[in-house]
T-cell receptor, first 114, second 108 residues
């Protein structure tokens, strides 16, 4: 019944490794997002996809690469992990690519890079 | 680009006291949304305001959208321990831009 799900919930890895986070939504939404939340709770948008097409690509290192195999899934792959990548990553979805639609967030993935 | 400033960053209140968080935008907003994130949880949508000067209430929570559609506030009357968390505003324009959030702690 989970509307927006993410896996894994926790991810502990070493610097230099490559890791992926998966996100799925069963709401039938057209738009999906990735956010990064740092230790100060600041929510920073990273990417947005609408119907599998990239529409927002904020200034993030190109070590981060999103992939949307279909409009219900948006995965995030991170290469060469760095200490500063430690954060909680939230996936979210909305009905459409318009700011007037509420966003539904997943439970988050807490990434710790050691 | 569009920016949404939110204050205060933190607020500690005694249970039963009121609480207010404020959002200000550098540009006119088409809409504003409010979200609540419980400790260890994820942001959850609370409400959306669209009209100039709009006021909406949800039990002890009162949301306002300024006349110029550049500012908004969330007021909680008589806080309870269940109100703890981080409250985010998010301003709508070309995209939804989140404020930095206000972390609310309630002492019982």
């Amino acid at each position: 019944d989970t509307a927006v799900s993410q896996t894994p919930k926790y991810l502990v890895t070493q610097m230099g490794n490559d890791k992926s986070i998966k996100c799925e939504q069963n709401l039938g939404h057209d738009t999906m997002y990735w956010y990064k939340q740092d230790s100060k709770k600041f929510l920073k948008i990273m990417f947005s996809y609408n119907n599998k097409e990239l529409i927002i690509n904020e200034t993030v290192p190109n070590r981060f690469s999103p992939k949307s195999p279909d409009k219900a899934h948006l995965n995030l792959h991170i290469n060469s992990l760095e200490l500063g990548d430690s954060a909680v990553y939230f996936c979210a979805s909305s009905h459409a690519d318009r700011s007037s639609y509420e966003q539904y967030f997943g439970p988050g993935t807490r990434l710790t890079v050691t | 680009g569009q920016q949404v400033m939110q204050i205060p960053q933190y607020q500690h209140v005694q249970e039963g006291e009121d609480f207010t968080t404020y959002c200000n935008s550098s540009t006119t907003l088409s809409n504003i949304q409010w979200y609540k994130q419980r400790p260890g949880g994820h942001p959850v949508f609370l409400i959306q305001l669209v009209k100039s000067g709009e006021v909406k209430k949800q039990k002890r929570l009162t949301f306002q959208f300024g006349e110029a559609k550049k500012n908004s506030s969330l007021h909680i009357t008589a806080t309870q321990t269940t109100d703890v968390g981080t409250y985010f505003c998010a301003g709508g324009g070309n995209k939804l831009v989140f404020g930095a959030g206000t972390i609310l702690r309630v002492k019982s």
